[in-house]
């Protein structure tokens, strides 16, 4: 599985971004998509998930302004991302979960939100 993220950028605080991950490869056997996040000297953490039967997660600091959905027809998912934080300035990476338990990662996106 190829994942690609895109969607990253500059935003002021409050604002939004869209971000997405295409798969690629043998997508047919996706389990579950998470993004995840890590900041400057911080490890990365799960921000929101979605998996084979349509359940999500996400982030209590997230709760509320992010969003995830999936696209399976096209193999995409994408996180909403609202009212951006400074504290939400991180690489932002999608991850694969594969029903043989296989993980892949996507080369990750960078989020900056200017206060």
């Known amino acids: 599985v190829q994942l690609q993220a895109s969607g990253g950028g500059l935003v002021q605080a409050g604002g939004s971004l869209r971000l997405s991950c295409a798969a690629s490869g043998s997508a047919f056997n996706i389990n579950a998509i998470g993004w995840y996040r890590q900041a400057p000297g911080k490890q990365r953490d799960l921000v929101a998930s979605?998996?084979?039967?349509?359940?999500?997660h996400l982030a209590d600091s997230v709760k509320g302004r992010f969003t995830i959905s999936r696209d399976s027809a096209k193999n995409m998912v994408y996180l909403q991302m609202n009212s951006l934080r400074p504290e939400d300035t991180a690489v932002y990476y999608c991850?694969?979960?594969?029903?043989?338990?296989?993980?892949?990662w996507g080369q990750g996106t960078q989020v900056t939100v200017s206060s």
């Open positions: 979605t998996n084979f039967f349509g359940s999500t």
């Open positions: 991850k694969v979960a594969t029903m043989k338990g296989q993980n892949y």
